[in-house]
């Protein structure tokens, strides 16, 4: 069955709530599913969102917490809202490239995100990466200095570089073939998408 690419960067909002999602409405379909970490502040910056689509906006920034927390709801997805907005989500990115090339991508993702939007711990803080690492049976010492790099800082420049080549612009997307479906609210669209190929 044709795969679907789960393009996720770790600070966007609306990504949560894929990322709780995308796991088993894909198994629903039998749809596997590829995990693409990527970074994407070099990509707003490039459409002239220096911080991003929704910090400069006051209603439309009010409008995405109502929504997440409506959306949230409807799919039964624990929600709290964070106190630190935007995160740093850098650090987030290296550690999930790492896991994605050794097969824990998944796991990782669901882990940090759930304690940002769950507990309040900051997706990329320290706190945040040693508690979801150890959770996975992780020695966070030995995987934040793999994700710190040279080799796999580079490897998440390539990342984002592919993600534009795909013309990518935001988070969650979500890719089948060269199909580009863009949103939490195009999961459902894109898993479908995939099983019908």
């Not at 894909?26 to 990509?43: C, D, E, I, N």
Request: contains cysteine.
């Amino acid at each position: 069955m044709t795969p679907l690419h789960f393009w996720l960067e770790f600070g966007s909002t609306y990504s949560y709530l894929s990322v709780a999602r995308i796991g088993a409405l894909a198994a629903r379909h039998g749809v596997p599913v590829v995990w693409q970490p990527f970074y994407l502040m070099p990509l707003f910056i490039e459409q002239g969102m220096h911080q991003g689509p929704f910090l400069p906006y006051p209603n439309k920034i009010n409008y995405m917490w109502r929504d997440l927390e409506r959306r949230a709801a409807r799919h039964g997805i624990a929600y709290r809202k964070p106190s630190t907005y935007p995160p740093n989500s850098l650090p987030a990115a290296r550690v999930a490239l790492v896991a994605a090339h050794e097969g824990w991508c998944q796991a990782f993702a669901e882990k940090a995100f759930a304690l940002h939007w769950t507990e309040d711990r900051a997706i990329g803080s320290d706190d945040n990466l040693d508690t979801a690492l150890r959770s996975l049976g992780k020695d966070p010492a030995a995987v934040r200095a793999q994700a710190q790099s040279p080799q796999n800082k580079d490897a998440l420049k390539a990342q984002t570089d592919r993600a534009r080549a795909l013309r990518i612009f935001g988070s969650p997307s979500f890719v089948v073939d060269d199909e580009l479906f863009w949103g939490d609210d195009r999961l459902d669209d894109a898993v479908e998408w995939a099983a019908a190929r």
